[in-house]
């Protein structure tokens, strides 16, 4: 990812909503391996990354924490030996928001 990429975002300037039930089943079909979870504030979307051991996983799991601070917006992690679940919302808006489909696409891209 480049600089200009990970350039920390100013959420203050710009309007967040929460997206419609519509809007978020659109964006999950573009968004492989994520799905939804929770509901009514504690909803988000989530996935699971999956890895062949500790050392690659906490490798990922520090790559996110840098995109994520450069985002300025931080997800809900639950670290295990070989998988990392992710898991992205809103708590401004109390619920997803564009953001989270962002930060999360970013997050893939770490792997691609």
């Known amino acids: 990812m480049s600089d200009s990429m990970l350039k920390k975002m100013d959420w203050s300037q710009h309007q967040r ?49 840098f995109v994520a601070n450069a985002m300025d917006h931080h997800p809900d992690l639950s670290v295990h030996y070989n998988r990392c679940v992710v898991r992205f919302n809103t708590h401004d808006v109390k619920g997803i928001s564009e953001t989270d489909f962002d930060c999360a696409t970013r997050i893939d891209a770490l792997l691609a």
């Open 17 to 65: 909503r929460p997206l419609t039930p519509t809007e978020i089943v659109k964006r999950l079909a573009d968004a492989p391996g994520w799905k939804l979870s929770g509901d009514g504030e504690a909803v988000a979307i989530e996935k699971t990354y999956k890895f062949a051991n500790y050392h690659e996983t906490i490798s990922f799991v520090n790559a996110l924490a």
